[in-house]
């Protein structure tokens, strides 16, 4: 029977694992993402879940195991954050150029340099052009559900591709919240028997794996590891809608808060979401028309529909927990840029810069933002296209 207990976004993870029992887990301790990993050796250890738990001297070689298992026809996960994500770099392409279905949970964390152990989206943002999709998630019972979905979308086979789970560093991975969890047989019947479309071990249909590809056929190739990107939002949906349906929490790409009759808006990504909803009721209550957009979803990017959402708005702000040296803007603030690009109709965009390394992003900051995105519905005007939010210039 579903249960309430007590978990921090680690703790919730391992749950859901639990849940899921994957036939082999491969992964190396890291900070914030170590109580995953511990939690699920101790699970083995007491004979709570039945699959191979692999512990090996890396984060690669974590993430060569995945490959290899997923390769055999296993359901595989692995956890990781920051230098240890990094460090998998080489192997995330591999695994999603192979389209196996492996699911990662990512307790977000800054990369060094300086060396900083706290929760920014440097790691996962850094990877999000390797081919995986990605989830956020903005506290521990949406780190346990999306989790669990995250396994029905990379196993879907018209999809075939790897997932990341996100949940930031020490604001969720350690935050004790409560997180109704399902029931075991519940979950197991969400999930279904995982039928892998391909293995190695069939010596029936025999196949090759990572071969040799030049300009004969490489060009192909990539262009069909596409096709799961491209065929993955409408299962996304799908299993959301189900996952609701079942447990009663639905999800899509993104969530809507106070929108509808918004005439500016925030988008933002993860916990800060939570925090920027109070600012958002704060504001409505000095007479603000402003809404917020949380992004759930950001590979493959939902561009068409947050377009939609946002296109009738007088002013929009994108925050983002990582920046993009030498570009434009950080990566939320460039991709609803190139999504409004094609409307004739489209609001004036500004691009915060905030929380890196850890800090703090309060109510005051998401109110600051509101009034600003006043000021530039009201004039048309644009003074400053790029910022930051509580950073000591």
């Not at 249960?3 to 994957?22: F, H, M």
């Not at 989830?135 to 559900?145: F, K, L, P, T, V």
């Not at 030049?214 to 990539?222: I, P, Q, S, V």
């Not at 808006?265 to 993860?270: C, R, T």
Request: glycine share 8%.
């Amino acid at each position: 029977m579903k249960t309430k207990k007590i978990l921090s976004g680690n703790e919730a993870i391992a749950e859901a694992v639990r849940q899921v029992d994957p036939d082999v887990m491969a992964a190396y301790p890291i900070t914030p993402s170590t109580k995953i990993v511990e939690t699920i050796a101790q699970f083995v250890a007491d004979g709570i879940l039945s699959g191979e738990f692999v512990c090996p001297e890396s984060e690669h070689s974590a993430m060569s195991v995945c490959i290899g298992a997923a390769a055999a026809g296993g359901r595989v996960m692995t956890a990781t954050a920051s230098q240890g994500l990094a460090l998998m770099w080489e192997m995330l392409y591999i695994a999603a150029a192979l389209r196996l279905p492996i699911v990662a949970a990512i307790a977000n964390r800054a990369l060094s340099a300086p060396i900083n152990i706290h929760g920014d989206h440097s790691d996962m943002m850094g990877a999000r052009d390797s081919g995986w999709i990605q989830i956020y998630s903005e506290n521990c019972q949406e780190a346990y559900d999306n989790f669990i979905q995250a396994f029905r979308i990379a196993e879907h086979p018209e999809v075939a591709t790897p997932v990341m789970v996100g949940l930031d560093g020490f604001i969720i991975s350690h935050s004790m919240e409560p997180v109704l969890v399902e029931d075991d047989e519940a979950v197991k019947e969400f999930l279904g028997e995982y039928q892998p479309h391909y293995s190695l071990l069939d010596i029936n249909h025999q196949i090759t794996i990572g071969s040799l590809d030049f300009t004969d056929y490489y060009f192909e190739h990539k262009r069909s590891q596409l096709e799961g990107l491209e065929k993955a939002p409408r299962v996304i949906l799908e299993v959301g809608q189900e996952f609701g349906q079942k447990f009663g929490r639905s999800y899509g790409f993104f969530e809507e808060y106070r929108l509808g009759d918004a005439e500016v808006a925030i988008v933002v990504l993860s916990s800060a979401a939570g925090t920027g909803k109070e600012a958002v009721d704060l504001l409505r209550d000095e007479g603000i028309p402003i809404g917020l957009l949380k992004l759930r979803i950001f590979r493959p990017f939902p561009f068409r529909e947050i377009a939609e959402v946002l296109k009738d708005k007088k002013a929009v702000a994108v925050l983002d927990r990582c920046v993009s040296p030498g570009a434009e803007g950080p990566p939320v603030g460039t991709e609803i840029r190139a999504a409004l690009f094609d409307y004739e109709q489209r609001p004036r965009v500004v691009n915060y810069v905030y929380g890196l390394g850890g800090r703090d992003i309060k109510v005051e900051h998401f109110q600051e933002v509101g009034r600003k995105l006043v000021r530039i519905a009201e004039t048309n005007q644009v003074d400053e296209p790029y910022g930051y939010l509580n950073l000591r210039e």
